[in-house]
């Protein structure tokens, strides 16, 4: 038999995958999460990055456009409903 069985292929290059792949550490195969990679080194007497500024969410005004719209939204249901 000249031709390999198909599995025993198959299972030859899973198992060569396997051998040369890093366990359990997800870094190095092309993740772009960034999870486990190591920061930055820092250059000594370097200041530090700027801290990340947080934006508060505009909780007022999506309340407001959300009574608005449900006042427009119950106008309009009267206004259909009456005719």
Do not use: C, K, W
């Not at 390999?4 to 359990?24: F, I, K, T």
């Amino acid at each position: 038999m000249d031709e390999q069985n198909p599995e025993r292929l198959l299972s030859a290059a899973l198992r060569a995958q396997a051998v040369g792949s890093p366990g359990g550490d997800p870094t190095g195969h092309g993740a772009r999460t960034g999870h486990g990679a190591p920061p930055a080194p820092l250059a000594p007497g370097a200041p530090p990055p700027p801290a990340e500024v947080r934006r508060r969410l505009p909780v007022a005004r999506v309340l407001l456009f959300a009574l608005a719209l449900g006042l427009f939204a119950g106008a309009v249901a009267g206004v259909v409903s009456t005719l």
